[in-house]
């Protein structure tokens, strides 16, 4: 593997890991399904479950068409999403750097950071509920061994895109079949359950709760991740084969989605058969759902709560990362260790909810899930009116533009989707006005004029942009000619040895790729706990020996014909390599992969990647 270039695809360890053009048939339609079962589970985390509560046990099945029409409209903006990624092979926030200035970017970023944190903290929040509910694990113990994910989250991306794609699929399994035990207890009756799809508000309280759910419902971070999620798939790049991609990936999103919208239907319609009809009709906590259960289900039914709970947390965690991933690497193009971003998420989760559990108790854990929501709420429209202005865009999307009435509807769902959100804001925002703290007032409106400017900027940029930037991917480029082909030659090659059995391995390699009048450096970082202390000026055994296995190299070498120079370096491993290869102008580096397990590489650090991105030359990495 030869690294040349500075700019990556989307979810890059992934990119069209998934050949779908040598299958037919049924095998094909399968090569497809994936993407939106890990996009579904957004739908269905445990910042939906108290909304879904609220509305079931205080109206019944009043509200169940509300579930639809969300659902509805989660289908058309997933859709969008899926179409940016698969016609132009870009993702939500890469897209929005090609066509936003800088600063406008990094507001941008801010914002989808912000709304990551959020929904990682009510997922962080519903798995600890979910094993205090089955185990009796004190809230505060559950909060903190959610840290333990990590883990698991490198080790799926270790084991490839479909490993992790049936992960999420059998957490999304466990969580349907629970609920559907639960519907089998309830018995509801589904001619009253069917009336519930009849447009209707009992009261003003019911539509609150119904903007509560639509608001819950559409998360920011699903739009980013869908656009990448579909970049999995290797496609035929004709025009027949993105029709048959998009078909085939609506195909996904309508039964995804339509799973989520069933546990969120069935969360309502438990919660009215229930509670409502036995008069229980202020229940919209979720440990209080748990505690009732019993007496009208059962033993059975709050463990199949509990464990469904655990399921949607666990499962959303997995995205909620990759979400950030691809956030921070479109946005800044920048790239970091996929553990050490999982843990900087999770611990900003993970602080603000121990604090309150701390210093005021678990009763205002709720609290915490609302403000969770309220704040997703606040980025949605930033991820929804970029989204609709590129896939509406013909330069860039050529024939795959969507079309006026897709348009229409489109613009129509965001603006009441952002209408509802900003009507909840306010309402969360109102009791601050009432009080008589003049700072936190100040600090709302500077902060309400901020978000109102920036999204009329990201509305009528696009518009009113007299000249648009090129994009860094033609619709369709020209493949029937190579242009400019320019062979390089390397004068100096660069070879980082490890003093095992697979130098011989690297120097080979580093032969093949030099011509008749190129040169070696052959270098080699000595790490004795002397040399990380002393540098050069060591002079302890290993330091001796390893001078005399360099020179031992460079005489072979030169024997053979070779020219060929050693250098030793000290301490930091990646930085003198990097020292070491720019210092002495080499114009590539040989470097070996050991195939660390993820553990290993969390331990010992991950040299290649390190070293490949202090370089500006190309990098060849030989497996070893």
């Not at 840290?147 to 992960?167: N, P, S």
């Amino acid at each position: 593997m030869i690294n040349t270039e500075t700019t990556t695809a989307s979810l890059s360890e992934v990119h069209e890991t998934i050949d779908t053009k040598k299958k037919i048939g049924w095998r094909k339609i399968f090569s497809f399904l994936g993407p939106a079962y890990l996009v579904s589970v957004g739908y269905m985390d445990p910042g939906n479950w108290a909304t879904d509560l609220a509305g079931g046990s205080k109206f019944g099945y009043s509200l169940v068409w509300v579930l639809l029409m969300s659902n509805l409209m989660a289908l058309l903006l997933q859709g969008l999403s899926a179409r940016l990624g698969i016609v132009r092979r870009r993702d939500l926030a890469q897209a929005n750097r090609e066509a936003y200035p800088k600063m406008v970017n990094f507001a941008l970023w801010i914002l989808a950071e912000i709304a990551i944190a959020a929904c990682d903290l009510a997922e962080v929040l519903g798995m600890a509920i979910g094993l205090q509910l089955l185990t009796g694990l004190p809230l505060i113990w559950g909060v903190s061994l959610t840290v333990l994910d990590t883990f698991l989250l490198l080790y799926l991306q270790r084991m490839g895109m479909r490993k992790m794609e049936a992960f999420i699929i059998t957490l999304v399994a466990i969580v349907a079949v629970a609920f559907l035990v639960e519907i089998i207890l309830a018995k509801p009756v589904f001619m009253e359950v069917a009336h519930g799809f009849i447009p209707t508000f009992p009261n003003e309280e019911a539509l609150y709760i119904a903007i509560g759910i639509i608001g819950a419902t559409v998360m920011p971070h699903n739009l980013y991740l869908h656009s990448a999620l579909v970049q999995t798939r290797k496609i035929d790049r004709t025009k027949e084969g993105i029709k048959q991609a998009l078909k085939f990936n609506r195909i996904d999103s309508t039964i995804a989605l339509n799973i989520a919208f069933f546990v969120n239907a069935a969360i309502l319609v438990l919660a009215a058969t229930v509670f409502f009809k036995t008069g229980n009709s202020n229940v919209a906590e979720i440990k209080e759902a748990h505690r009732l259960l019993p007496g009208f289900l059962g033993n059975t039914a709050p463990i199949l709560f509990a464990v469904a709970l655990i399921a949607a947390g666990q499962s959303s965690t997995v995205t909620g990362t990759l979400a950030g991933q691809i956030i921070m690497e479109g946005y800044l193009s920048l790239r970091i260790n996929p553990m050490l971003r999982r843990l900087i998420t999770r611990l900003l989760a993970i602080v603000p909810a121990l604090i309150v559990i701390i210093v005021y108790g678990e009763e205002d854990v709720d609290s915490l899930l609302v403000l969770s929501q309220v704040i997703l709420s606040l980025q949605l429209g930033f991820a929804i009116i970029p989204l609709i202005h590129f896939v509406s865009d013909k330069k860039t999307m050529g024939s795959f533009a969507i079309k006026p009435l897709v348009q229409a509807l489109a613009w129509a769902i965001a603006s009441v989707l952002i209408y509802l959100n900003l009507k909840m804001l306010v309402n969360e925002a109102s009791g601050v006005f009432e009080g008589n703290n003049l700072f936190a007032k100040i600090c709302l409106v500077l902060l309400g004029a901020f978000f109102l400017c920036l999204l009329l900027y990201i509305i009528l940029h696009p518009l009113l942009a007299k000249s648009k930037t090129s994009v860094s991917i033609q619709m369709h480029p020209d493949v029937n000619t190579i242009k400019n082909l320019s062979i390089p030659s390397f004068n100096k090659i660069a070879v980082a040895l490890d003093y095992s059995v697979n130098d011989e391995k690297l120097l080979a390699h580093a032969i093949g790729q030099g011509q008749e009048k190129s040169s070696y450096l052959l270098l080699h970082i000595v790490e004795s706990p002397a040399a990380k202390l002393f540098g050069k000026d060591s002079g302890d055994f290993e330091t001796e020996k390893d001078t005399e296995q360099m020179e031992f190299y460079v005489n072979q070498l030169q024997e053979r014909g070779f020219e060929v120079e050693g250098k030793l370096g000290f301490r930091n491993r990646v930085k003198e390599i990097a020292r070491i290869v720019n210092e002495n102008g080499a114009d590539m580096l040989v470097i070996g992969a050991h195939g660390h397990t993820a553990l290993k590489d969390f331990i010992y650090g991950e040299t290649v990647n390190a070293v490949r991105h202090e370089l500006k030359i190309p990098v060849l990495v030989v497996n070893l």
